[in-house]
């Protein structure tokens, strides 16, 4: 049944290299917002996301200045209007998809407690997502429902993993940039009531993120 749910892709209306480039933009996009936030969240410092953040920086910008001409391409329109296509985009998305990769954590040398959080403008690339998901839905018709359950899935468990990490921030403030040795008293990561058997801030980035996580969905659920 999945493999058919594919076939559509080798008749896609789209020039193909255009749909394969979006595809890695988009995941591209779903591995930046993961490494911000454990970057904010556990550990500022941690090489393998920083590479990750900074690599799909780099695929970002490589997208923001060929999108014009891939997006000619496959519209296959003519000098005149490609100009004019060029003018709008750059009046509008091409400021806020600059921000995105803005490298703001430049101020962190200044003011080192905002180190890690200041590189959250990545987050905002999420529309891009949201964008690609959608023109897939109009070019597969057919496929529409796995293609929007596709988009809520990705969107909401992106939304889940920020929130988790921001609540482990929250009571380990500044314990990503190694700035406080523990976590914060009277919080859910001191607190005697946590069904786990380790030390929060002691613990592994993976453990970290769990225990986040599961507080995170239990109180977004309970309330």
């Known amino acids: 049944m999945y493999p058919q749910i594919l076939v559509p892709l080798l008749k896609?209306?789209?020039?193909?290299?255009?749909?394969?480039?979006?595809?890695?933009l988009t995941l591209s996009i779903i591995l930046s917002v993961t490494g911000v936030s454990i970057l904010f969240g556990f550990d500022a410092n941690h090489e393998f996301w920083l590479s990750i953040v900074y690599l799909t920086d780099f695929l970002y910008f490589f997208g923001i200045l060929s999108r014009p001409v891939l997006d000619h391409s496959a519209a296959r329109i003519d000098v005149k209007h490609f100009t004019i296509?060029?003018?709008r985009y750059l009046k509008t998305s091409f400021t806020f998809d600059l921000l995105t990769i803005a490298p703001f954590e430049i101020v962190a040398?200044?003011?080192p407690t905002i180190g890690a959080?200041?590189?959250i403008n990545r987050v905002f690339r999420v529309y891009r997502i949201w964008k690609f998901l959608t023109?897939?839905?109009?070019?597969?018709?057919?496929?529409g429902p796995w293609i929007q359950s596709l988009l809520y899935?990705?969107?909401?468990?992106?939304?889940?993993?920020?929130i988790a990490c921001f609540w482990y921030s929250l009571s380990c403030y500044n314990a990503a940039e190694l700035l406080h040795n523990g976590c914060l008293n009277g919080t859910w990561a001191n607190s005697s009531s946590?069904?786990?058997?380790?030390?929060?801030?002691?613990a592994s980035i993976t453990q970290k993120y769990i225990v986040s996580l599961y507080w995170a969905i239990s109180t977004l659920t309970s309330v």
């Open 153 to 162: 899935v990705t969107l909401s468990g992106l939304s889940v993993q920020f």
């Open 85 to 87: 296509y060029l003018r």
């Open 135 to 143: 023109k897939c839905e109009q070019h597969f018709i057919s496929y």
């Open 109 to 111: 040398a200044l003011n």
């Open 194 to 202: 946590i069904a786990i058997d380790i030390n929060v801030y002691s």
């Open 117 to 119: 959080f200041i590189r």
């Open 12 to 24: 896609v209306k789209a020039p193909t290299i255009l749909l394969i480039w979006e595809s890695i």
